[in-house]
């Protein structure tokens, strides 16, 4: 088996702040992805990368910016934090050849 | 573009009780359908999917769904409920599930003693 960490498990940022956020996979999958969860407003794709090095844009990737350092990395950046901003970031990884994905435990984001 | 839409926001059941969870999707051609459990403040595990074949397909821990072209939907069912199946359920769909799924905004079960 293996596991998908994400750091940190809760971000408390301010307006206007750059924040990182980490995401790192044990399972030796080639894909891995952003989401963005909201209250009411179910899972929204932000970046995907299907290898070292590749980037490829979701429907919400205005205001970030992602980096795939290497295979088991995927690191994602809020550019500009927005003030009262909350929402749970969801990372996930797929094997080669499957559909399914494996998601790690998110990391929460509130904006002061 | 793919849309998928879950009708019920929330759904309250008791133990032992059966249980359907609706999911209709839009899309003019062959796509993969899928199933997610959230719970609590954890992230999202895989049940089960769809792409071709057999329409009933069978998941964890008693789920099974039901693919229906000519209705568009992909409901999942449970016979028998138990209380760790409280959680948050997200159908989700993809005509290329290497770019990414599309989900739902999920339903919540509740399951009651």
């Known amino acids: 088996g293996g596991i998908i960490t994400q750091t940190p498990k809760f971000l408390i940022g301010q307006e206007g702040q750059k924040l990182t956020l980490k995401c790192q996979q044990n399972?030796?999958?080639?894909?891995m992805y952003w989401y963005r969860q909201d209250s009411g407003k179910g899972l929204r794709l932000i970046y995907y990368?299907?290898?070292?090095?590749?980037?490829q844009k979701g429907d919400l990737s205005e205001g970030y910016d992602a980096s795939r350092e290497k295979k088991s990395s995927f690191s994602l950046t809020v550019t500009s934090a927005q003030k009262n901003e909350m929402a749970v970031f969801l990372c996930?990884?797929?094997?080669?050849?499957?559909?399914?994905?494996?998601f790690g435990p998110g990391t929460r984001l509130t904006v002061l | 573009t793919q849309t998928v839409s879950q009708s019920d926001a929330h759904v309250t059941v008791f133990e032992g009780d059966s249980v359907e969870l609706r999911c209709n999707y839009s899309?003019?051609?062959?796509?993969?359908l899928s199933w997610y459990i959230q719970h609590h403040g954890r992230g999202l595990q895989f049940l089960l999917k769809?792409?071709?074949?057999?329409?009933v397909v069978q998941g964890v821990n008693g789920f099974e769904a039901e693919f229906s072209k000519s209705d568009s939907s992909f409901h999942l069912r449970k016979a028998s409920v138990h209380w760790s199946d409280s959680a948050v359920y997200f159908c989700?769909?993809?005509?290329?599930?290497?770019?990414?799924?599309?989900f739902g905004l999920g339903t919540r079960v509740s399951v009651f003693p």
């Open positions: 899309y003019g051609g062959s796509i993969y």
């Open positions: 769809y792409y071709s074949g057999n329409p």
């Open positions: 990368s299907i290898t070292e090095n590749d980037l």
């Open positions: 989700a769909v993809s005509a290329d599930y290497a770019q990414g799924l599309t």
């Open positions: 996930a990884s797929r094997p080669r050849g499957r559909a399914e994905q494996f």
């Open positions: 399972f030796n999958h080639d894909t």
